[in-house]
């Protein structure tokens, strides 16, 4: 069963450029489309997910998704929205990349399934690895002008940039190569539709001209908007840089919080990009968090869903935990089922300080641990004024001045959280 692909985009807000009549050949039966990603690192971000989504969704329309992993354009370097050339990469690297990003879009898209619309996986550097340069110029290069090539505004932008170094030959020829890539894959597995981020249109469009002038056939386009963040900021990007969807360069309670924290404008719109909750359910989402913003609906919804999707209930409900221990009442307990790396990433840059593991064995008295060891209070008084006041406490429990800290209390083996009042935290460090 066919559905419309093109209008469930658009509601979406994750259409921007499609060429005419893509909508009538995508209803008229089952087509093929890919999207190529780039190879450079060995986990996707969350900047590659719009593509990835529009794959989604593509095989839920009952079309058939082709994930085009950029191998041989990563070795080259595409100009589009780039300042400069990127690094190149050699094979065994290019092929790790290749497997651990298969692992995850097999989270999104089904690959494996004996469906006529089981999703493929393909790597560009099969079928360029053997052409040589002069069969490319010959059967690819003289079919497309250096006119219509400059005329590319990822061509014009880069050279009339200000960088002193210009633009390589190398890149000049990229939209040649990713314009092949479409020309083979229309030859070779039928695949009609080429999707990408509007940087791309002119890369794809290349690729159609191919399709017409070689093939004698007809190529379409369609591509999804760049996402963008209302306060001008750049998206999938925090002070640690990318947001990673492998939970060992971005852990899952980071991955949740970069969603929570974003603002009501940008929630409205990622709910419908990055999750798969129908237009029913967004539009009464939308609803009840306009009744009661500080509640922050849209926010929790789009964090579970896309947590869940990119990495598992377990993670989510681990997140929760994590920032329910900061932002909400939390116990003892809670604190000492964090691992190290979830309890690092909450208390990241909270003021810490060492302590020898043998003080924690013998007993360590609370004056010691808020003042003369650490430096948490300023002065031994202040400390027991503190506790008077019953405003300190030991990981989440109140405690009064005649509580000692021993190895039980570690998290880990390792932390010890103290607080005063709600929102002043120190960990202990024992070594």
Not at 49 to 76: C, D, E
Not at 184 to 194: D, E, F, G, P, V
Not at 369 to 386: P, V
């Amino acid at each position: 069963m066919i559905s419309n692909f093109v209008a469930e985009l658009k509601w979406r807000g994750m259409l921007h450029d499609v060429m005419p009549e893509t909508e009538e050949h995508l209803l008229s039966g089952m087509q093929s489309a890919y999207v190529g990603i780039d190879p450079t690192a060995d986990s996707l971000h969350i900047g590659h997910l719009v593509g990835v989504m529009m794959l989604r969704h593509f095989q839920l329309a009952g079309h058939k998704p082709y994930a085009l992993i950029g191998g041989a354009t990563g070795m080259i370097g595409d100009p589009s929205g780039k300042s400069a050339e990127r690094n190149l990469l050699d094979e065994p690297t290019l092929r790790h990349n290749q497997n651990a990003l298969k692992e995850q879009l097999s989270r999104f898209l089904d690959f494996e399934s004996n469906a006529d619309n089981a999703a493929v996986l393909v790597n560009n550097y099969d079928w360029m690895k053997d052409f040589s340069f002069l069969e490319f110029i010959r059967d690819v290069g003289k079919h497309i002008t250096v006119n219509y090539m400059m005329a590319k505004d990822s061509v014009k932008k880069r050279l009339s940039s200000e960088a002193k170094e210009g633009m390589s030959f190398t890149e000049f020829t990229y939209q040649l190569v990713q314009g092949y890539d479409f020309l083979y894959l229309y030859q070779n597995h039928n695949c009609t539709l080429q999707m990408g981020g509007s940087d791309q249109w002119g890369n794809i469009t290349t690729g159609t001209e191919l399709i017409r002038r070689i093939g004698g056939g007809k190529g379409y386009a369609l591509t999804c908007p760049l996402i963008t963040k209302a306060d001008g900021t750049k998206f999938g990007k925090t002070e640690g840089g990318n947001v990673w969807l492998d939970s060992n360069r971005t852990s899952p309670y980071k991955f949740y919080q970069y969603w929570m924290n974003t603002s009501d404008e940008d929630a409205e719109k990622y709910i419908k990009i990055f999750t798969f909750l129908s237009k029913e359910e967004i539009e009464s989402l939308i609803k009840e968090h306009a009744e009661a913003p500080h509640m922050r609906v849209l926010q929790k919804r789009l964090a579970e869903e896309i947590t869940v999707m990119v990495h598992s209930q377990e993670d989510l409900d681990n997140a929760i935990k994590a920032t329910n221990i900061l932002f909400g009442k939390s116990t003892s307990d809670d604190l000492k089922k964090l691992n190290e790396k979830t309890f690092l990433d909450v208390f990241e840059g909270v003021p810490q300080a060492e302590i020898s593991i043998s003080d924690i064995e013998n007993g360590l008295d609370m004056i010691a641990a808020l003042s003369a060891k650490t430096g948490f209070l300023s002065s031994n008084g202040e400390a027991r004024r503190e506790l008077k006041q019953n405003s300190i406490s030991v990981n989440k429990e109140k405690v009064k001045e005649d509580y000692v800290i021993t190895a039980t209390d570690l998290i880990n083996g390792k932390f010890v959280l103290l607080q005063r009042g709600k929102k002043n935290y120190f960990v202990l460090v024992a070594n």
